[in-house]
């Protein structure tokens, strides 16, 4: 049944002002509005949103700018120290960012509070990290021969960062999730892209933010929050990437979005990098003797993975590879049985909606694949709900190989079965995957060898290999990689989860024959940096 707005949520809604926040002030309303959806309802939520001025974006970058090289200057321990404190902000929203991102996203207030946890944790990794300083890599190579310089080298942040928030996770990659955290910690102030589908969350969190800036004792222009909607959304987006004070980009979205926002970096007169995460299919692979002796459970576990969150998530598995037989048609039913009864939960807004719609359609009208269970996505009215049912899609090896549209990200609850002749068979599917986030492998012990094979190809093709489990639920560990090859990234040798993530924001310098104080403070607060090879010259 659809949520009325409580009390609570009311009173939240009312304390927002529904603008910008550039170098710690909001700023002035201006005459492009916005509203988010509720997507349980299919009605707007009772505050309007002023997108971001030209004025406000050339202010906030600006800003940004400045903030760089007084940041640069101020000793790591005040970064993590702020670090920590905007995770501490985070965490005292409690439950109200909670509800408000809930009603803003049609998300459950559980997943959401798993996210928000997640938002906080990761802030505060990346404040150990950074006072640790190890992360930078810093080396010296002394003299290789009487008269010869030494060297220094260490990671060095780019500059000013545009982060665009992403649409499924409003907290985890959202104003303060991964991205901004990394950025942030590597020295690199932020400008974020809000969301349009979720602009009261954003708020509150670039409110938590910006007060943690302002007792740390940082520049203001550490952090602004720009809110992006109406007919300002793509023009807002565009304009960051294309400013000069801006030097890279970080973007989770989809992959028409990543790879105009990585083109437009790529004609300015100075391209950038961008950090893009876009479509993933997420492949399974069922080997024979888990299938005839687990099928049930891995039937279950697939469901949930794909259903959780309305299959809203990066890493849904959206193909599943298994040999034809008996065991097979045996695990086909029980899927199909499964979808069946999976109930409509709600999508994140209408374009999500009829994206997932349109992408159904593709699939499931090319000859020999077939729906086996669910169903597919019927029109509603513009002022209704915006759900997705659960639907389940069939087919022979044979048309996967031959049908490229097959290998897109369907984004939503929704899934393809295929079934191989043999294991031949399988190994050539998984030869044609395209990029994506992850691989999953399910084995006995006695497929080993054919787990085996199937690693090797996936090694080539995801940036994550998950062995007799989902794909769904990224935790936040050092070994971590959230990343792989195009289409699931266009940057396929990094992460965007762990520690790792902060590497994006650098790139390596090395300073030659420098004495030791005319060094940048960041490596002579390191005490010197740490102990690197000595060679000679070339």
């Not at 222009?221 to 000069?244: N, W």
């Not at 499964?338 to 909606?353: I, K, N, V, Y």
């Not at 030791?516 to 102990?531: I, K, N, S, V, W």
Request: aromatic share 6%; charged share 15%; proline share 7%.
């Amino acid at each position: 049944m659809p949520r009325l707005i409580s009390p609570t949520l009311a009173s939240t809604l009312e304390s927002l002002r529904g603008t910008s926040i550039v170098a710690g002030q909001s700023s002035p309303a201006s005459s492009v509005t916005f509203n988010s959806i509720n997507p349980e309802t299919g009605d707007s939520l009772p505050i309007q949103f002023s997108a971001a001025s030209n004025q406000d974006l050339d202010h906030a970058t600006a800003f940004a700018w400045e903030a760089f090289y007084d940041l640069d200057q101020r000793p790591p321990t005040q970064r993590a120290a702020f670090l920590a404190l905007a995770a501490e902000k985070i965490a005292a929203l409690g439950e109200s960012i909670l509800e408000v991102a809930s009603a803003e996203t049609g998300l459950a207030i559980a997943r959401l509070a798993s996210e928000r946890d997640r938002t906080v944790f990761t802030l505060q990794m990346f404040a150990e990290l950074v006072q640790a300083g190890e992360w930078m890599r810093s080396t010296i190579d002394g003299p290789s021969r009487p008269g010869a310089p030494a060297f220094h080298q260490m990671l060095r942040p780019l500059g000013p960062a545009a982060v665009f928030g992403a649409g499924n996770f409003p907290l985890a990659y959202g104003v303060a999730g991964g991205d901004t955290a990394s950025a942030l910690a590597a020295g690199c102030p932020v400008v974020v892209k809000g969301h349009p589908s979720h602009p009261a969350t954003g708020e509150l969190v670039a409110r938590a933010v910006t007060e943690a800036v302002k007792e740390s004792g940082l520049h203001a222009g550490t952090f602004s929050y720009l809110q992006a909607g109406g007919e300002r959304e793509m023009t807002i987006g565009s304009a960051l990437v294309g400013h000069p004070c801006i030097r890279a980009v970080g973007f989770t979205g989809s992959v028409g979005g990543g790879m105009a926002i990585a083109a437009l970096a790529a004609k300015r007169p100075d391209p950038i990098p961008v950090f893009a995460e876009m479509g993933s299919v997420n492949p399974v692979f069922v080997m024979p003797v888990a299938l005839e002796l687990h099928g049930r459970s891995i039937a279950d576990k697939l469901f949930a993975s794909v259903t959780g969150s309305c299959g809203q998530m990066c890493t849904c598995p959206g193909l599943i590879f298994a040999i034809k037989g008996d065991e097979f048609e045996t695990f086909s039913r029980t899927l199909a049985s499964l979808f069946d009864t999976g109930q409509a939960q709600p999508m994140l807004s209408r374009r999500t909606r009829d994206t997932f719609a349109k992408r159904v359609g593709e699939a499931a009208t090319v000859s020999g694949v077939e729906i086996r269970g669910g169903s597919p996505p019927q029109p509603v009215a513009s002022s209704s709900a915006i759900t997705g049912s659960p639907i389940l899609l069939r087919t022979k090896a044979e048309v996967f190989e031959q049908s490229p549209t097959l290998r897109e990200e369907i984004f939503g609850p929704a899934t393809i079965l295929v079934g191989c002749d043999s294991f031949d068979q399988m190994r050539s599917c998984a030869g044609l995957i395209r990029g994506s986030l992850t691989g999953s492998i399910f084995a006995n012990a006695q497929d080993a060898p054919l787990a085996a094979a199937i690693v090797r190809v996936l090694e080539m093709r995801v940036g994550r290999i998950v062995f007799n489990g989902v794909p769904t639920g990224v935790e936040v560990r050092e070994s971590m990689v959230h990343g792989g090859p195009s289409p699931a990234t266009n940057q396929q040798h990094t992460t965007a989860v762990g520690p790792r993530a902060i590497e994006r924001w650098c790139r390596p310098i090395c300073y030659q024959g420098f004495p030791e104080p005319m060094l940048p403070a960041a490596f002579l607060h390191l005490g010197g940096g740490g102990g690197g090879a000595t060679g000679g010259g070339a």
